[in-house]
């Protein structure tokens, strides 16, 4: 038995080396194709070939007897490791006629994260820091473009501070919310004028897929090529007004951060056992706790600027402790009914997002579930 | 250079097509591996033969300069489809001379999968369904093991009404909470008895790696083989007292979805537009969104069961709606040095574990915006 077994493992040894063969061949293609990509100035994602590629690596899955999840799944993590790749070859330089690029916090993650793929397009870049304000005219001089990427509470500060920009110069900030800085941006500059919010962190492999909101602020004819050069980069742009903008950052960030930042902090006065609770996790409940856990490994000051950058925020949060407690009440009355009756109410409300949210959220479960050791 | 990207395309999916030619090759390999497992009575999940055989293939991957994380990543997807495909094979019978196994409300969803997984193995299966109390002694006779699967709120009416089951007959419960349902069975026979808790609900592919907790309730020693039984499908088993057992779960289910419960009730009560939420949704926001509408797509009457199944959740409950309420005066005094300060103590209480959660999920994070369209 455990020669046949040896056997059996030996042959699937061979398979798996024979399958990380293809990879590397892979990997050294999709370079090839950024190299292309690079010099005629093409987006890294291209949403109509992933599409079609997938549907025919289906179909011939099915003929195989191969689940068509399992090579979809597999090809599009191969992806991710390809358009990381095509990154490092570079990116056309969409406007080469252009002045510097001068990034105010460059030295910052999400700076870093921008400078390094402005110099991929080839675009000369500057930083301006705390310690840089004396030389900040010379810094500035003949810049093309200024992005503003300092902590959310600097943000309206180090606009102010920043001395008369030239005409043409494009003036953008990377704030979280968006419309203080844009007014802000609007008054000191009378040049073109956009807000951008790269929804995302600072350590994405690349920006494939990747959302960026805009908020159009001043002669947009002027920074249609940046934001063209953005999806060059693999970004999906999503336009908003600045107040649209900031009212659903109430949600998605502020009352959410705060929320979390009330469970953990409940966790930690109730002393509960980390280890144990984690040992007895399902896969859902461990993402839960992850996602709590994660928020206390990060800067507590972003994350008190975000929450209290607003008195709407506050509202908002108000708001919700009053739902928590007229709920409570249900459950101190011992009123199943009500439960059930509000608990199909926002079912209803959401609709069939309820379902598509649990079917994606089955997929993810369950690739947390393969990387358990 | 149309041509020039075709060609490597072409070339592309050439690759992508030996890579379905190998996973068909592997499957097949990895099917009579079951075989021989089934055999031999052999579980499917063998963590040290994952560990060695991950081990081998980064290192490999590393001196062909591919990712070795991309290898990994895609072994592990690969495997889950194994154990899936190994399930199908059949388990060994560890209890090959016992009496038939009941399952109580075995057309249940929970039941169904556990009614397949004993019959995989070879046992004889009955299910006892609502309307067939009037033939359960017929049912129940001669049986050698009785698993209770009904909803929460049935579990200890449906234990007291079993009839009287033979002295050796084993019984077992499958609710998620265990200290009550453990004493009516203690209290209604004088066999062995054992309470489990799957921590997964019913729609997962294979038992692999999955947790089960146990609660040990009388003569261990009758059902040491269930427990076996329970690793040969995969299952990792969590032993605990039922006490400790509900104590945790108040954190892990009753507050949790009571919290989720809220927060998706109060995104009704503000009418948010979900589809523009989404459309500016980080992955990571998408994901916590995700994970409240989900709550939704599920049975109203098993969360109502679960949150108000103790008078201890209650008051856990009220304790986080508390702490809630105290750090909001936070907010509204503008207490940003306290605010940060509260972040930092619950930073210190999860320890080593803050950073770690912060990178589980970002690998989660990452294959979540792999899926994107």
Same mark, same amino acid.
């Given at each position: ?28 293609? *999709? ?14 994602? *291209? ?5 079609? @590629? ?12 191969? /689940? /068509?999840?399992?090579?979809?799944? !597999? ?28 990034? *105010? $916090?460059?030295?910052?993650?999400? $700076? ?37 990427? !300092? ?34 941006? &609007?008054?000191?500059?009378? $040049? /073109? ?8 962190? /600072? #350590?994405? $492999?690349? &920006? ?82 992850? @996602? ?12 008190? #600027?975000?929450? @209290? ?65």
């Amino acid at each position: 038995m455990v020669a046949e077994l040896a056997t059996l493992r030996d042959q699937i040894d061979e398979v798996d080396k024979a399958l990380l063969n293809l990879l590397a061949k892979r990997l050294n293609l *999709v370079a090839q194709v950024g190299e292309v990509k690079s010099q005629h100035g093409l987006p890294i994602y *291209v949403p109509e070939r992933e599409v079609s @590629m997938l549907a025919s690596r289906r179909k011939e899955a099915e003929q195989l007897g191969v /689940p /068509p999840d399992l090579i979809e799944d !597999v090809l599009r993590r191969i992806m991710r490791e390809s358009y990381t790749s095509e990154n490092d070859k570079g990116f056309k330089t969409l406007k080469p006629e252009m002045g510097a690029v001068v990034i *105010v $916090g460059g030295h910052g993650k999400m $700076g870093q994260l921008f400078s390094k793929l402005f110099k991929l397009s080839g675009y000369q870049v500057r930083v301006l820091e705390q310690h840089d304000w004396q030389q900040a005219e010379t810094i500035l001089s003949g810049a093309g473009l200024v992005v503003v990427s !300092v902590p959310i509470h600097l943000t309206e500060q180090v606009i102010h501070r920043l001395p008369k920009l030239p005409e043409e110069c494009i003036l953008v900030d990377l704030a979280s919310v968006k419309n203080p800085p844009l007014q802000a941006m &609007l008054a000191v500059h009378n $040049g /073109p004028v956009l807000g951008l919010h790269p929804m995302f962190g /600072p #350590d994405v $492999g690349s &920006l494939a897929k990747q959302v960026i909101a805009y908020c159009d602020g001043r002669q947009p004819e002027a920074y249609q090529w940046l934001l063209e050069q953005l999806q060059v980069w693999g970004a999906k742009l999503q336009a908003i007004s600045a107040v649209e903008h900031d009212k659903n950052m109430a949600f998605i960030q502020a009352l959410r951060h705060f929320a979390t930042f009330t469970y953990g902090l409940n966790l930690s006065q109730e002393n509960v056992q980390l280890e144990q609770l984690l040992a007895l996790s399902s896969p859902i409940y461990r993402l839960e706790l992850a @996602m709590i856990g994660r928020l206390f490994a990060q800067d507590a000051e972003l994350y008190g #600027d975000i929450i @209290m950058s607003s008195e709407d925020n506050l509202a908002l949060i108000k708001r919700y402790y009053t739902c928590f407690g007229n709920a409570l009440s249900l459950l101190e009355k011992g009123d199943k009914a009500e439960f059930i009756a509000e608990f199909n109410q926002v079912k209803a409300w959401f609709g069939d997002y309820a379902t598509h949210f649990l079917n994606e959220s089955r997929t993810l479960l369950r690739q947390a579930n393969d990387s358990r050791r």
